[in-house]
């Protein structure tokens, strides 16, 4: 199985400063043409929700300060300039094989 | 507009069988490329994905589990039922049904389920 590694587990940014999310997998989870990560937002007591697919497309809605870059073994989600609302947990998901896996999420403090 | 809401018994004994079902509306699983999936968190911990079920039948388990799962669809009454066999503590979660796979854009609220003697 594809182990995904997200980094840090915690993050405290000012806001309107930017906040990076790095998701690192076991193997690549990518070809020349997409990469098979996705990004997802939970706030406390909601369901995930989704903001980025196939590493960097944003998802209809998400604002633009979201933003997803990567290949290979190596993801990262951008958020700049954060904003009070982006209090969160966010969790990175590779759809390259079954199981899909999800990272172990990285808790995202505004102060 | 798509929506999906789990249901479930919320609370059973160890060794019994836990069956969800999610019903879902928006979209039909007759449409070749959909699919949902169910995926489960415990409490104040991540997620993890345990089977998804396409349009065309085709169904994918989570190796760690496979041995206790199934999925199944009503395309007709627009339900996916997902069983989970010989529960135990471990199996204490909210458990969310998403569509469409690989990537899931849409989730239910989710139901808690308590496995407890």
């Known amino acids: 199985d594809i182990v995904l590694t997200q980094s840090p587990a915690s993050l405290v940014v000012s806001l309107g400063q930017r906040a990076t999310i790095s998701c690192r997998a076991s193997?690549?989870?990518?070809?020349?043409?997409?990469?098979?990560m996705h990004w997802y937002q939970q706030k406390s007591g909601q369901p995930p929700k989704l903001l980025i697919k196939y590493t960097s497309n944003l998802e209809s809605g998400v604002p633009a300060r979201f933003s997803g870059s990567g290949s290979g073994t190596d993801f990262t989600l951008n958020i700049n300039p954060v904003e009070e609302e982006d209090t969160a947990t966010y969790y990175c998901q590779d759809s390259w094989e079954i199981p899909y896996t999800f990272g172990g999420g990285t808790k995202l403090e505004i102060k | 507009q798509v929506t999906l809401k789990e249901s479930g018994p919320g609370i059973l004994q160890p060794s019994q069988t836990l069956s969800l079902t999610c019903s879902f509306s928006g979209f039909s699983l007759s449409t070749s490329g959909m699919g949902v999936g169910w995926i489960r968190q415990p409490s104040g911990k991540g997620l993890e994905w345990l089977a998804n079920?396409?349009?065309?039948?085709?169904?994918r388990y989570n190796p760690d589990l496979k041995s206790r799962l199934t999925i199944s669809k009503d395309t007709s009454s627009n339900q996916i039922i997902l069983k989970i066999a010989s529960v135990d503590t471990a199996d204490t979660a909210t458990y969310y049904c998403?569509?469409?796979?690989?990537?899931?854009?849409?989730w239910g609220q989710g139901t808690l389920v308590t496995v407890s003697a």
């Open positions: 998403a569509g469409t796979a690989p990537w899931f854009a849409y």
């Open positions: 193997q690549s989870v990518s070809t020349s043409n997409y990469g098979y």
């Open positions: 079920i396409w349009w065309d039948d085709d169904k």
